[in-house]
């Protein structure tokens, strides 16, 4: 029954092809840029009016089918994820036998549901991956691969995407998930109402040059004190979660994978002691920040002016702007340092994948590569004020608009050329190694150079494992 | 449930405190203004993170952002709740919670009291092993045993369901033991003469343990109607529908990894919290005062 | 322990009385037992199959390992760590929000007035989800927080709560009590209605002061309620988890890392199913084992 549902689906999209080469031979016919557009919406008439001929012929009518997404956009989290929410159900307007069903989980149990469902046989038809966990499940055999999928969608080619999206969605040459949501990194964002009250020049073109000096120079202008205690902290120093920890390598040109991602490469040139010995500097000797603490509300502290600069994504731009309209300021990569050649930071997408007992796999699949289509992904933008994995977006006139509305946006493509790697092999069991040493060294429990000896050991036996499994 | 036979005892304990007090009351106003300081300090203490919650739950987005640590808001604003009830869709939940809590207090309450009663009062083979083997459930973490719970409702075609979410509910180990260690305390002075008029072992639950259980029964379905309202995980896996998620689901979609509007969150919890308060302050006068021994006990 | 008297009409053969009597036993426990059975029992013993397996629930094989994964359990450092700390928050708050439950209590009863109030101030930190909890406490535990604002205006050192591995796990245990004494004082307040007040009358005839009272009346009384409150926490305490998880995430340096974040995160993040159950089942050993030696040291002190 699926077989033969398939095989008309592709006649159908044969009679699409001839009817869409027939639109073009037309347009070309054509003079002016106006007529164009209107032979092709004649020629897309005729092509509905051969359709529903068509489809009489085959088949009285096509089975309906409910396609079932997991995710955590809930349209609860805030109007921007509604408007996107009701987007999406649209997608009917191109398949209109599908009915879009989603399966709200909040983003933390998004895997214990994916677990149970698994372990039940009962599995969505799309899953939202976040790019923490779509290579694990890959590597578990629970997702599809998609290579033949992609054959069929000359838009879903390689290509199209940002080639920093490679790693996190292909396995040895197979394609397990297509990036739709984001093209995200870590950046330091920064009050332009300090800077110029410090005399520091708040242009991009200006703090894009900083290197590590250069911050922490700033960073002692901006900090204001009441004696040795700091009253506003210059340069907010977190606990550095790893994704801040390779942006901080990649500026240095350093690696946090070695070459085929079986070992870690992230203290060749000392990189990730000078990560740590730069961060303690600022912290003890330079006094710029408040003490760091275990899971500290940075962002607030930024938003409450408490801090100058502070480390966050770059998906929070939009966020910060509603939260407090009031508030100037703008964005910088990590600034270059010791043996790097400029500002550089991590660089990720979240995904969509095909769960390998899905129901509706051609239907699931259909959705998947409109949502990451040039088309929704503008949509997208302009609902949400979020960019795209995709190379050809930033091209787009829709991109242009929306940068002089939302000035910060403006530098995205530039931060985020040259991103590094974020952590996608075994995630969870990587940070879970990694966590502990990197807070006993930032509170002085754990001499540095022994941390990162133990954070490679540790780091490269799971790392090892994961390559073992996979042959 | 007849609350009204509970309120006349507890009445009548009120009152045989009374006739005490009143010279009590007059040699001890140092004793008392000791106790009020330690209860009053307390109070504030714990209302802190309440006063905290409900006054950022009336706050603006901004009004929080800038300022978390203020309790009475700049600028009043009523924007989070209609978030909360607009895009929030906090009724939906709120009804399914009231749904999941109510069945879960009546269920559980009759299931529990007659194990309790069975482990308490009765003697049978193999009494204490299966009392172990309750008790026992309790032991496990979730983790291990969530996915397993869940396949057996799956198996049973109860996913998705209310009565999945509920039906396991039904038995609980917490409650069996508290119920047990109260039906302990009864004297058996009132069942053994039951028994010599004749009365069935039903009867003798129904009209004696229960009725003189009534604090602890009350307390039971408190905690059962607060566990069942605080439940997440177990509804979380079973539910795929928001539409019959409970509120602490409800809630938890409000955040994502990169937005939170916290403001949404605490008017959401505000909300949640106000009706286990009014039924706290409901059921704990029927659980001051003491059982009243008429004609039994000197 | 209480065994009820059969009072029969006619005599009957023993065996047939006993089966009888059984039947009555097993039809009050009947449903409970049933449910319990289906929807837990069967639950723990997969899981104690699990835990001899290399299990994922995701992959369709899970090689059978035998003792392998306990084995593991006792060469990893964490493990070892894990299992300090979580005995070490169960030694701590046990006895501490017992007290102070009991106390609570006992004080909610002397306040003539108000009493309603003050019960439900303390009860509200029970309704209130500990998410929303955990991201407040996180504030009061800031360096500048509201803590250690108190403690400077005292001229006391002011540590920085959640990122100093001696002071964290204390953050956490501050924060429990205080989140869970109000449920164990109604709990309390239960059992103090249960005592007949009778007691209370005749000892206050006898001129009895408020700790003779305590001593000789109300705790003895409240034996059934201690040994609930006891057992109920300890086994509640050995499986602490969401404030640490929300708080520290068992940081820093893993000294608030507790057992059931441990098997959490190897079950549901790292896809080690068969070791995490492995896990559970050591820690489940030791509640098991706790939980009987304190019904004992309880039932030697038998009353009535």
């Known amino acids: 029954m699926n077989e033969s549902k398939v095989s008309r689906r592709k006649a159908l999209k044969a009679l699409g092809l001839v009817a869409g080469s027939g639109a073009v031979v037309a347009a070309l016919a054509g003079c002016g840029e106006t007529q164009v557009v209107e032979v092709v919406k004649e020629v897309a008439v005729v092509q509905e009016k051969i359709v529903t001929v068509t489809v009489p012929e085959q088949t009285p009518q096509r089975d309906n089918v409910t396609i079932v997404m997991q995710s955590w956009w809930a349209p609860t989290i805030g109007l921007p994820f509604q408007a996107w929410d009701e987007h999406i159900r649209t997608f009917s307007n191109t398949s209109p036998w599908v009915t879009l069903e989603v399966e709200y989980v909040p983003w933390g149990d998004m895997i214990k549901k994916y677990l149970a469902g698994v372990a039940a046989g009962d599995v969505p038809d799309v899953f939202h991956s976040s790019i923490a966990f779509a290579r694990d499940l890959w590597d578990q055999g629970t997702l599809e691969e998609l290579s033949e999928f992609i054959k069929t969608t000359p838009d879903m080619a390689e290509s199209t995407f940002m080639p920093a999206t490679t790693p996190y969605r292909n396995s040895q040459g197979k394609w397990f998930a297509i990036p739709w949501e984001g093209f995200d990194g870590r950046a330091l964002y920064y009050n332009v109402a300090h800077f110029e009250e410090a005399g520091l020049d708040p242009a991009f073109e200006s703090t894009s040059q900083w290197d590590w000096d250069m911050l922490l120079e700033a960073s002692q202008q901006l900090t204001q004190r009441d004696g040795d205690k700091v009253t506003r902290s210059g340069f907010l120093i977190i606990r550095p979660h790893m994704e801040y920890f390779c942006s901080w390598l990649y500026c240095q040109d350093a690696e946090f994978y070695a070459p085929g991602e079986t070992k870690v490469a992230f203290n060749q040139n000392d990189a990730a002691m000078k990560m740590v010995d730069w961060h303690l500097a600022a912290l003890n000797d330079h006094n710029i920040s408040i003490p760091i603490v275990a899971e500290r509300p940075d962002v607030n502290l930024f938003q409450q002016g408490q801090a100058s600069i502070a480390q966050n994504g770059h998906w929070a731009i939009s966020k910060m702007r509603t939260d407090v309209p009031g508030l100037k300021f703008d964005l910088m990569g990590i600034p270059k340092g010791p043996g790097g050649s400029k500002m550089r930071t991590v660089a990720f997408t979240n995904l969509h994948a095909l769960p390998t007992k899905a129901r509706h796999k051609d239907d699931a699949w259909d959705f998947i590569a409109w949502q990451a289509g040039l088309e929704q992904q503008i949509k997208k933008l302009q609902l949400m004020d979020f960019p795209s994995p995709r190379l050809d977006f930033y091209e787009t006139n829709e991109w242009k608009i929306q940068t002089q509305r939302v000035p910060q946006l403006k530098n995205l493509p530039t931060m985020l050329e040259d991103g590094g790697a974020w952590p996608y092999v075994r995630f969870s069991e990587v940070n879970n190694t990694y966590t502990p040493i990197m807070e006993g060294m930032m509170i002085g429990q754990r001499e540095v150079g022994a941390g990162v000896a133990d954070m490679e050991t540790g780091i490269n036996e799971i790392l090892g494992k994961a390559a073992e499994m996979m042959g | ?298 | 322990m209480q065994i009820a008297r059969t009072s029969e009409s006619r005599p009957r053969p023993g065996w047939l009385r006993d089966l009888q009597r059984d039947a009555l036993g097993y039809s009050f426990a009947g449903p409970a037992v049933i449910l319990l059975v289906i929807f837990s029992i069967v639950a723990i013993v997969v899981s104690l199959w699990i835990s001899f397996h290399e299990w994922t629930f995701l992959r369709d094989e899970r090689p059978w390992v035998g003792l392998d994964n306990y084995a593991k359990a006792l060469d990893d450092p964490v493990f070892g760590k894990a299992f300090r700390n979580t005995a070490r928050y169960a030694a701590i708050v046990v006895p501490a929000i017992t007290g102070l439950g009991l106390l609570l209590a006992l004080i909610g009863n002397e306040a003539r007035q108000g009493r309603a109030v003050f019960r439900t101030i303390f009860f509200i930190p029970t309704l209130t989800p500990l998410v929303v909890l955990s991201f407040l406490w996180i504030w009061l535990f800031e360096p500048t927080g509201s803590f250690n604002i108190v403690l400077e205006k005292l001229g006391l050192p002011t540590p920085n709560w959640l990122m100093d591995p001696v002071m964290a796990p204390f953050a956490i245990i501050i924060m429990s009590v205080w989140a869970h004494v109000g449920y164990y004082m109604v709990i309390f307040m239960a059992g103090l209605a249960d005592i007949p007040q009778i007691y209370y009358d005749a000892s206050e005839v006898d001129g009895a002061n408020v700790f003779q009272r305590f001593w000789h009346i109300t705790l003895p009384l409240l034996r059934n309620t201690l040994i609930f409150v006891v057992v109920i926490l300890a086994i509640g305490a050995f499986q602490v988890f969401d404030q640490v998880y929300l708080m520290t995430r068992g940081g820093p340096d893993n000294s608030t890392e507790v057992m059931q974040a441990l098997i959490y995160k190897q079950g549901f993040e790292f896809f080690h199913m068969g070791y995490a159950s492995a896990m559970a089942w050591y820690l489940f050993a030791a509640i098991a084992f706790f939980t009987a030696i304190q019904m004992r040291i309880f039932r030697s002190q038998q009353l009535y």
């Open chain 2, 1 to 298: 449930m007849r609350i009204a036979g509970v309120s006349s005892r507890a009445e009548a304990g009120q009152l045989v405190k009374e006739r005490h007090s009143t010279a009590w009351w007059v040699g001890n106003i140092s004793k008392m203004t000791v106790v009020y300081t330690i209860l009053i300090v307390t109070a504030l203490v714990f209302l802190y993170p309440y006063f905290w919650m409900v006054g950022n739950a009336f706050k603006t987005n901004e009004g929080f952002y800038t300022d978390p640590y203020r309790l009475i808001p700049e600028q009043f604003s009523l924007d989070a709740m209609r978030a909360a009830l607009g895009i929030g869709r906090v009724h939906i939940y709120l009804k399914n919670s009231t749904i999941f809590a109510v069945v879960g207090v009546a269920g559980q309450l009759l299931v529990d009291a007659l194990a309790a009663f069975a482990f308490a009062r009765l003697s049978f083979r193999g009494r204490d092993v299966l009392f172990v083997l309750v008790l026992a459930t309790l032991m496990l973490p979730y983790s291990v045993v969530l996915i397993p719970s869940y396949l057996i409702v799956y198996w049973f075609g109860l996913a998705n369901t209310y009565v999945g979410v509920m039906l396991p509910g039904f038995a609980g180990a917490f409650g069996i033991f508290l119920l047990r260690q109260f039906f302990l305390n009864i004297p058996s002075e009132l069942e053994d003469a039951a028994r010599i008029d004749g009365a069935t072992t039903f009867r003798i639950f129904w009209q004696i343990i229960v009725p003189l259980a009534k604090p602890a029964l009350l307390t039971l379905g408190l905690f059962i109607f607060i566990f069942q309202w605080s439940s997440y995980v177990w509804p979380l896996i079973v539910l795929k529908d928001w539409d019959k998620y409970p509120l602490t689901v409800g809630i938890a979609l409000f955040r994502s990894t990169t937005w939170t509007y916290w403001p949404n969150i605490l008017a959401a919890t505000t909300l949640g919290t106000l009706p286990l308060i009014a039924l706290f302050l409901l059921v704990q006068r029927y659980i001051i005062g003491g059982i009243t021994l008429s004609g039994l006990k000197g």
